[in-house]
């Protein structure tokens, strides 16, 4: 019985093995052709001039915190950020008053505090997703906006100078015949 089994598991084993195994039936192949081809992305996004994410808030703390958070946030998207910025802060006075009375309580000054962070290079379809990441993390008494740059807010970043507008003015105001007359420098 033993050996109708052992001639009966030859057969099976012989017949396994006369089939050709899957490389022999294949061939040799080039090296070069186990890899995959490269697919080249021919896929093309639309891509944002420049971007201003602008912060604003009470606490300067948390604004500032933010505002790396959103250096380093932008930067693993891949997105070139060009300057990051204060602007002047602006001072408004809150004034409490005394129940139906004009008489004030009290007078606080509230400073809100103001900080840009400029991107380029910024991809749209993974700005959605930035700009959702964001405002998921915003803090508390802070607020976020983002809009594409424009000469505006390059003119709002500095401060102007008082004494040299006047100067101006005093030179633009030379250029009046009148002006000139009255110096007598005609």
């Given at each position: ?31 070069s052709?186990?890899y995959?081809?490269?697919i080249?992305?021919r ?14 808030g009470?606490d300067?703390g ?35 008053y ?20 400029r991107l ?5 379809s ?7 990441l ?7 008494g802070?607020?976020?906006t ?6 505006i ?8 100078d ?6 101006q ?8 015949p ?9």
């Open positions: 019985m033993a050996s109708n089994n052992c001639i009966a598991f030859r057969r099976v084993f012989c017949q396994i093995r006369r089939f050709a195994s899957l490389r022999e039936m294949a061939g040799e192949r080039s090296s052709l186990l995959e081809p490269e080249s992305d896929k093309e996004f639309p891509e944002h001039n420049t971007i201003n994410v602008r912060i604003q009470y300067f948390p604004l500032e915190k933010y505002q790396s958070y959103i250096h380093k946030t932008a930067l693993r998207f891949g997105f070139s950020v060009v300057d990051g910025y204060p602007l002047a802060a602006q001072t408004q006075r809150a004034i409490t005394k129940a139906y009375s004009t008489v004030a309580e009290s007078e606080i000054d509230l400073i809100t505090y103001d900080r840009v962070v380029e290079d910024v991809c749209a993974r700005f959605f997703l930035f700009s959702k964001i405002r998921a993390h915003i803090p508390v802070v607020t976020v983002l809009k594409e740059h424009e000469k807010d390059e003119d709002s970043r500095y401060i102007p008082m004494l040299l507008k006047e100067k003015e005093e030179l633009k105001a030379l250029d009046d009148n002006v000139r007359r009255n110096l007598g420098w005609e």
